[in-house]
């Protein structure tokens, strides 16, 4: 169910959507299968655990200084003591490969637009797009803005990488035995990529959206359906026509973003209390980012110990550091702010004067014609001959689709042209702060994505930072704007003048996503947030007045009370009592605590009822505006519209409110009978709402499906379309400042990506039940969870 679509924020991987589409094995179980394909599938099962990473022993690596110890705990979890900073950093790239290595191979391509060279020619408009976003700025600038020493670290890492591909590149994990093709060595830009950060960038998709709105019912009506938060007017440039500016002024940026790219997502949570709110007298820190749910996970854990570095946590298995987690003195977690950091510019297009014999194209910005920037590139493409592309640019970014008929162009402006905005790469700045002075100084760093940064230390202070580069603008940025020089960025917010807090009052810090501007903040970050709920729920507990525990952290994030169906439902029952309706759907929702339990019956009907709720209310008042509006709407409007209706139900506003709900009740429970047979009794909410794990290329591969409480305004944000669970936590950090080893953390399916591991899907049902595993951080605590002990030492180079 949507609440307001976060600006593209949290897709994960996306592997899984080129390879093999979900819709494909909706319905499959491996038991359907014939005996052959099971023969097939033990086949490959055999195959893929012979060519497994090497877990225990040594091995003998060239490029390394001096020995290094990897203790991998019970839970898979990679704690690696090295005595130099390089040789860290080195083993963390070759161990993450070990567990990751063909996830992370796929992320590079993706990065590098070179899919195509793996599935065909349905990934080259995707390769296309990732080569127009390639950074192209001052080297220099780019590396000395994550940390001083970040090139060294990143080298140190891709060379980890590197050895490891060098290991087993005549025996790779199976699934690029799958694809026909070999892991090749990384460059040390790999992890510079910008393409994984553009989807947890805004607000690109919601201009175009809001502008085929504002065409269909005007501008006044677009902003009433739609409205800002803060509230403010829409601002259309005068002048620039929007007819014709939908999803496909964006070209090849939808394939980028994948299908994939209209589904609302719920965001993530983080919090932080004081000791004066704790049994210990000393902070709790919580954090549950949310991604897609996938198979590999996109999070991976690990604990670096060097010269200068004790830091633990999750991160992505192809950058260096860890992205939320702690060291000695400091914890800190991350959710999206949602800073709007792209812009559509609508270009006018022409052909140059005066430039010679030759017909060039250019644009016209600032009272003149300029020339278009054009690169020519190559995609080789499997089983096709190599496609040879065009990348177009103005001054304001790249070219992603064209309106030849009206002679102008889309560009996309983002602030990944800046130099400092790879995603998480200044994680290597904040691993290492000590204080919250140091903290700010690392936060001033983090440029992309946008995060709300939550920091606790040990000496009992505990801040918050909305961190982020933020482009300063005269105008709302909900709208595309021509290019013509009239709407420029005038730099970004400075550093100081990003929302942030240490030591509050009350000793409570929150953020959900939601809307964290403070009373009387004079800038414009945003215009879109999540819904208010999952953060109002969390600051109810957390002001309850009670002396916190882990424990109770590990509760709340498991928390699936509805805020939003608390004041709905209660509109519904008594129009259900009038219309003397009865039936186990009727009497579930008539004794219903609002928590969506996944073994209850009443979660499903209130999921199915307020989908159609959604359209038999806002339907009628968008009219043709609704193609833009059905995936567009907003649940904090609905329940304002529905428990306050306007005259916009009819003369008596009550009464035509009451009709409209009854209508959408059946709607639902038609629906619902459709889909899960008429017995309502027997319906659940977790039979529907699962989380899949299906891997990209084989079912002998998949994992059991895990059926799910809460949906995507509930603390345990558990939102998806099609009532299955698509995105949420799939990593989830406690951490206990009094104590380090008393912190917990749950991830899943588990921190190997390669089919066979034990450490493939150990930690699903952990996860799917609420269960935690320990973050043990202490040399004894670590040596007593030892699972698996690898020595890496020095060898001589080979010659290739």
Same mark, same amino acid.
């Given at each position: 169910? *949507?609440?307001?679509?976060?600006?593209?924020?949290?897709?994960?991987?996306?592997?899984?959507?080129?390879?093999?589409?979900?819709?494909?094995?909706?319905?499959?179980?491996?038991?359907?299968?014939?005996?052959?394909?099971?023969?097939?599938?033990?086949?490959?099962?055999?195959?893929?655990?012979?060519?497994?990473?090497?877990?225990?022993?040594?091995?003998?690596?060239?490029?390394?200084?001096?020995?290094?110890?990897?203790?991998?705990?019970?839970?898979? $979890?990679?704690?690696?003591?090295?005595?130099?900073?390089?040789?860290?950093?080195?083993?963390?790239?070759?161990?993450?490969?070990?567990?990751?290595?063909?996830?992370?191979? #796929?992320?590079?391509?993706?990065?590098?637009?070179?899919?195509?060279? $793996?599935?065909?020619?349905?990934?080259?408009?995707?390769?296309?797009?990732?080569?127009?976003?390639?950074?192209?700025?001052? #080297?220099?600038?780019?590396?000395?803005?994550?940390?001083?020493?970040?090139?060294?670290?990143?080298?140190?890492?891709?060379?980890?990488?590197?050895?490891?591909?060098?290991?087993?590149?005549?025996?790779?994990?199976?699934?690029?035995?799958?694809?026909?093709?070999?892991?090749?060595?990384?460059?040390?830009?790999?992890?510079?990529?910008?393409?994984?950060?553009?989807?947890?960038?805004?607000?690109?998709?919601?201009?175009?959206?809001?502008?085929? &709105?504002?065409?269909? $019912?005007?501008?006044?009506?677009?902003?009433?359906?739609?409205?800002?938060?803060?509230?403010?007017?829409?601002?259309?440039?005068?002048?620039?026509?929007?007819?014709?500016?939908?999803?496909?002024?964006?070209?090849?940026?939808?394939?980028? @973003?994948?299908? $994939?790219?209209?589904?609302?997502?719920?965001?993530?949570?983080?919090?932080?209390?004081?000791?004066?709110? +704790?049994?210990?007298?000393?902070?709790?820190?919580?954090?549950?980012?949310?991604?897609?749910?996938?198979?590999?996970?996109?999070? @991976?854990?690990?604990?670096?110990?060097?010269?200068?570095?004790?830091?633990?946590?999750?991160?992505?298995?192809?950058?260096?550091?860890?992205?939320?987690?702690?060291?000695?003195?400091?914890?800190?977690?991350?959710?999206?702010?949602?800073?709007?950091?792209?812009?559509?510019?609508?270009?006018?297009?022409? +052909?140059?004067?005066?430039?010679?014999?030759?017909?060039?194209?250019?644009?016209?910005?600032?009272?003149?014609?300029?020339?278009?920037?054009?690169?020519?590139? +190559?995609?080789?493409?499997?089983?096709?001959?190599?496609?040879?592309?065009?990348?177009?640019?103005?001054?304001?970014?790249?070219?992603?689709?064209?309106?030849?008929?009206?002679?102008?162009?889309?560009?996309?402006?983002?602030?990944?042209?800046?130099?400092?905005?790879?995603?998480?790469?200044?994680?290597?700045?904040?691993?290492?702060?000590?204080?919250?002075?140091? =903290?700010?100084?690392?936060?001033?760093?983090?440029?992309?994505?946008?995060?709300?940064?939550?920091?606790?230390?040990?000496?009992?202070?505990?801040?918050?930072?909305?961190?982020?580069?933020?482009?300063?603008?005269?105008?709302?940025?909900?709208?595309?704007?021509?290019?013509?020089?009239?709407?420029?960025?005038?730099?970004?917010?400075?550093?100081?003048?990003?929302?942030?807090?240490?030591?509050?009052?009350?000793?409570?810090?929150?953020?959900?996503?939601?809307?964290?501007?403070?009373?009387?903040?004079?800038?414009?970050?945003?215009?879109?947030?999540?819904?208010?709920?999952?953060?109002?729920?969390?600051?109810?507990?957390?002001?309850?007045?009670?002396?916190?525990?882990?424990?109770? =952290?590990?509760?709340?994030?498991?928390?699936?009370?509805?805020?939003?169906?608390?004041?709905?439902?209660?509109?519904?029952?008594?129009?259900?009592?009038?219309?003397?309706?009865?039936?186990?759907?009727?009497?579930?929702?008539?004794?219903?605590?609002?928590?969506?339990?996944?073994?209850?019956?009443? !979660?499903?009907?209130?999921?199915?009822?307020?989908?159609?709720?959604?359209?038999?209310?806002?339907?009628?008042?968008?009219?043709?505006?609704?193609?833009?509006?059905?995936?567009?709407?907003?649940?904090?409007?609905?329940?304002?519209?529905?428990?306050?209706?306007?005259?916009?139900?009819?003369?008596? *506003?009550?009464?035509?409110?009451?009709?409209?709900?009854?209508?959408?009740?059946?709607?639902?429970?038609?629906?619902?009978?459709?889909?899960?047979?008429?017995?309502?009794?027997?319906?659940?909410?977790?039979?529907?709402?699962?989380?899949?794990?299906?891997? !990209?290329?084989?079912?002998?591969?998949?994992?059991?499906?895990?059926?799910?409480?809460?949906?995507?305004?509930?603390?345990?944000?558990?939102?998806?379309?099609? &009532?299955?669970?698509?995105?949420?936590?799939?990593?989830?950090?406690?951490?206990?400042?009094?104590?380090?080893?008393?912190?917990?953390?749950?991830?899943?399916?588990?921190?190997?990506?390669?089919?066979?591991?034990?450490? @493939?899907?150990?930690?699903?049902?952990?996860?799917?039940?609420?269960?935690?595993?320990?973050?043990?951080?202490?040399?004894?605590?670590?040596?007593?969870?030892?699972?698996?002990?690898?020595?890496?030492?020095?060898?001589?180079?080979?010659?290739?």
């Amino acid at each position: 169910m *949507p609440s307001r679509r976060l600006p593209a924020a949290l897709l994960a991987l996306a592997l899984p959507l080129l390879v093999r589409p979900p819709a494909a094995t909706a319905q499959r179980s491996p038991l359907d299968a014939p005996r052959s394909t099971l023969r097939s599938r033990s086949a490959l099962l055999d195959s893929a655990k012979a060519r497994l990473a090497q877990l225990d022993g040594t091995i003998r690596v060239p490029g390394l200084d001096s020995a290094v110890e990897v203790r991998r705990d019970r839970w898979g $979890v990679p704690h690696i003591y090295a005595k130099t900073q390089h040789d860290l950093f080195f083993a963390q790239g070759f161990v993450a490969a070990q567990d990751r290595l063909w996830q992370m191979d #796929m992320w590079r391509r993706i990065g590098e637009g070179r899919v195509a060279e $793996v599935v065909g020619a349905k990934a080259v408009a995707r390769d296309r797009f990732a080569r127009l976003l390639k950074y192209r700025g001052p #080297m220099d600038a780019e590396w000395a803005s994550y940390a001083p020493d970040a090139r060294q670290i990143v080298t140190a890492f891709v060379d980890g990488v590197n050895a490891y591909v060098a290991q087993v590149r005549a025996r790779p994990p199976i699934e690029f035995t799958m694809l026909g093709v070999t892991p090749e060595p990384w460059s040390y830009d790999v992890p510079l990529q910008r393409m994984a950060a553009l989807a947890m960038t805004g607000n690109a998709l919601s201009e175009v959206a809001r502008a085929r &709105l504002v065409t269909l $019912v005007g501008k006044e009506k677009a902003a009433a359906l739609w409205p800002a938060d803060p509230a403010r007017a829409l601002d259309p440039p005068p002048g620039l026509d929007l007819a014709g500016v939908d999803e496909r002024a964006l070209g090849a940026a939808l394939e980028a @973003y994948g299908p $994939v790219a209209y589904a609302r997502l719920e965001g993530s949570n983080n919090w932080v209390v004081s000791g004066a709110k +704790t049994a210990t007298g000393k902070p709790l820190l919580a954090n549950d980012p949310h991604r897609t749910i996938a198979l590999p996970s996109l999070r @991976y854990l690990t604990h670096l110990v060097g010269p200068g570095w004790n830091v633990i946590g999750a991160g992505e298995p192809a950058l260096p550091g860890v992205a939320a987690g702690h060291n000695e003195r400091v914890g800190f977690g991350f959710t999206i702010v949602g800073i709007d950091q792209q812009d559509v510019y609508v270009e006018k297009i022409g +052909t140059c004067e005066g430039r010679g014999p030759r017909v060039a194209r250019c644009y016209y910005a600032g009272g003149e014609w300029k020339p278009i920037r054009v690169i020519i590139d +190559t995609i080789h493409v499997k089983n096709d001959a190599p496609w040879v592309v065009r990348l177009e640019f103005t001054e304001h970014g790249p070219i992603v689709g064209e309106d030849s008929a009206r002679g102008r162009a889309f560009v996309l402006r983002f602030v990944g042209s800046e130099p400092g905005t790879a995603g998480y790469l200044a994680s290597l700045s904040l691993n290492r702060a000590r204080d919250w002075a140091s =903290f700010q100084e690392a936060a001033a760093r983090w440029k992309l994505p946008t995060e709300n940064l939550v920091y606790a230390d040990v000496d009992g202070n505990i801040g918050w930072v909305a961190a982020g580069l933020a482009p300063v603008r005269h105008w709302s940025g909900m709208l595309p704007v021509p290019g013509d020089g009239r709407y420029e960025w005038r730099g970004f917010l400075p550093f100081a003048e990003l929302p942030q807090a240490h030591n509050p009052a009350g000793g409570v810090i929150v953020t959900a996503n939601n809307n964290i501007l403070p009373p009387g903040y004079p800038h414009a970050l945003n215009y879109e947030w999540a819904s208010p709920y999952r953060a109002a729920r969390i600051k109810q507990v957390l002001d309850s007045g009670a002396k916190f525990t882990a424990a109770d =952290f590990m509760r709340l994030q498991h928390d699936e009370l509805s805020v939003p169906a608390s004041r709905l439902v209660p509109v519904l029952a008594p129009v259900l009592a009038r219309a003397a309706r009865s039936g186990p759907a009727v009497r579930a929702l008539a004794g219903w605590d609002y928590v969506m339990r996944r073994d209850s019956l009443a !979660p499903l009907v209130y999921e199915a009822w307020v989908d159609a709720l959604a359209r038999r209310v806002f339907e009628p008042r968008a009219g043709a505006g609704w193609e833009v509006l059905d995936s567009e709407w907003d649940l904090q409007t609905l329940v304002r519209l529905v428990t306050t209706p306007d005259a916009a139900f009819g003369p008596d *506003p009550a009464l035509g409110r009451d009709r409209v709900v009854l209508l959408a009740f059946d709607d639902a429970l038609g629906a619902l009978q459709r889909r899960f047979g008429p017995d309502q009794a027997a319906w659940r909410w977790g039979a529907a709402h699962r989380a899949r794990f299906r891997h !990209p290329l084989a079912a002998a591969f998949d994992l059991e499906d895990a059926p799910r409480g809460g949906d995507g305004n509930t603390v345990n944000a558990t939102g998806g379309r099609d &009532l299955l669970q698509t995105h949420g936590a799939s990593f989830r950090e406690i951490l206990d400042l009094a104590d380090w080893d008393n912190s917990v953390a749950t991830s899943t399916p588990g921190q190997s990506g390669q089919p066979g591991s034990p450490h @493939y899907g150990d930690l699903l049902p952990l996860w799917r039940d609420g269960r935690y595993f320990p973050l043990v951080y202490s040399r004894p605590a670590v040596e007593r969870a030892t699972a698996h002990l690898l020595t890496l030492e020095p060898a001589p180079a080979t010659r290739p």
